[in-house]
């Protein structure tokens, strides 16, 4: 069980460029996220997927597409790249049918922008 | 608005010292409330939750619905212990969203 799992790892991306960002779980898991870390602001939710088909906006979408391509599989892309998205990227997966909103976490993608 | 306050960006401790992080919340209904911890560089990781009441390396959390708290606590503090700390909040109302705090970088100084 590989739980979550993100690929790059790091990343460097010159401004205007664009990237995919790829993310699976094989936990089976209905719901899947995509969150931004910055120093001093936490965890920022971008955009989320509550199951299979359905993708929808969080705290932070401007600047991002995601596709959920699967259950297993939810990408986030970059279309035109800015310095203000230098960032780690996470991706999570939950099943609150499971009756807990417990969020399991892939390892993170750091990405710079020149 | 659900919210999660860490009043502290920044806690350092001595070696033995006791510890605690605390976390507050606004939500009026019935929360489901999350300790995660991040080791340097590394992925998110549970620490606790609220339900089953567990303490998990010498760490515990009760909470406190009058308070509307949840604070994290260890009795002695070791250098494994620094990291950073996020309080995370989920409620029947956020679909399957957790609400995180802004974190608490925990230094446990030799």
């Known amino acids: 069980n590989a739980g979550v799992t993100q690929t790059p790892k790091f990343q460097v991306l010159k401004t205007g460029q664009s990237m995919t960002l790829q993310c699976a779980q094989d936990m089976n898991h209905n719901s899947m996220y995509w969150y931004r870390q910055d120093p001093g602001m936490g965890l920022r939710l971008i955009y989320y997927?509550?199951?299979?088909?359905?993708?929808d906006k969080g705290e932070v979408p401007n600047g991002y597409n995601v596709s959920r391509l699967n259950k297993r599989e939810f990408s986030l892309r970059l279309e035109s790249a800015a310095p203000s998205q230098t960032s780690v990227y996470f991706c999570?997966?939950?099943?609150?049918?499971?009756?807990?909103?417990?969020?399991?976490f892939g390892p993170g993608t750091r990405l710079t922008v020149t | 608005a659900q919210r999660v306050t860490q009043p502290e960006k920044l806690l350092s401790v001595f070696k033995g010292a006791p510890v605690e992080l605390k976390c507050n919340y606004s939500?009026?209904?019935?929360?489901?409330l999350f300790w995660y911890v991040q080791y340097s560089r590394q992925r998110l990781q549970l620490l606790l939750r609220h339900i089953s009441r567990e303490s998990i390396k010498g760490f515990t959390a009760d909470l406190n619905k009058g308070e509307t708290s949840f604070h994290l606590k260890k009795p002695f503090a070791q250098e494994e212990d620094s990291a950073m700390y996020y309080c995370a909040l989920g409620t029947e109302t956020s679909g399957s969203r957790l609400t995180f705090g802004e974190g608490t970088q925990l230094t446990v100084n030799p």
């Open positions: 939500y009026s209904g019935s929360p489901e």
């Open positions: 999570a997966s939950s099943e609150v049918a499971l009756s807990s909103y417990e969020q399991y």
């Open positions: 997927s509550a199951s299979e088909g359905t993708t």
